[in-house]
Antibody
């Protein structure tokens, strides 16, 4: 059974940093593109970033480019999102998701339960 | 970026009703469209890919159609478990985008 468990969320001040983790199990992690998608309270879904199986390609939404860094450790079945220079508008529930792709563009086939990031002074 | 617009934003329907949700792309995305269902307090659930291909285990009352810029998600006979918010997502570009969601409520 596929399992994705996010952690690392919390309350942080504007300008601060957080690192989110996603522990994957139940599938061959190293062969899948992984994504981060976020959802602000009461709002819709927003794609944040994707990373291919062996880091061949990495993409970011314009809203986080230059501030967030996605990475993975295939030996440990872990996905990460390093978030720097956080802003109030980054406040969201952050989901990690297992992806299926068409020539580098992907949709999310299985989602974790999310970890909440709150940016506030 | 490719913009995705869903309509309606919300709808009220009864159990047994046929429900159709529309998703429009700001430019052609061929058939590279996915649909998700999200219930309150839960993670999204993947339903459909490539506009009309049903994910394994998704009830056959769900169907998708369309290509280019116009797509639909249809629930042929609404069930109590189907009351949720539905999102479309394009994956024609390296930067996926979602529609704003359609909330299906009980009439």
């Amino acid at each position: 059974e596929v399992q994705l468990v996010e952690s690392g969320g919390g309350l942080v001040k504007p300008g601060g940093s957080l690192r989110l983790s996603c522990a994957a199990s139940g599938f061959t992690f190293s062969t899948y593109t992984m994504t981060w998608v976020r959802q602000a309270p009461g709002k819709g879904l927003e794609w944040v970033s994707s990373i291919s199986s062996w880091n061949t390609y990495i993409y970011y939404a314009d809203s986080v480019k230059g501030r967030f860094t996605i990475s993975r450790d295939n030996a440990k079945n872990l996905l990460y999102l390093q978030m720097d220079s956080l802003r109030a508008e980054d406040t969201s529930l952050y989901y990690c998701a297992k992806a299926a792709c068409n020539s580098g563009s992907c949709y999310s086939t299985y989602w974790g339960q999310g970890t909440l990031v709150t940016v506030s002074s | 970026d490719i913009q995705m617009t869903q309509s309606p934003s919300s709808l009220s329907a009864s159990v047994g009703d046929r429900v159709t949700i529309t998703c429009r792309a700001s430019q052609s995305i061929s058939r590279w469209l996915a649909w998700y269902q999200q219930k309150p307090g839960k993670a999204p659930k993947f339903l459909i890919y490539e506009a009309s291909s049903l994910e394994s285990g998704v009830p056959s009352r769900f169907s998708g159609s369309g290509s280019g810029t116009q797509f639909t998600l249809t629930i042929s006979s609404l069930q109590p478990d189907d009351f949720a918010t539905y999102y479309c997502q394009q994956y024609n570009s390296y930067f996926p985008t979602f529609g704003q969601g359609t909330k299906v409520e009980i009439k």
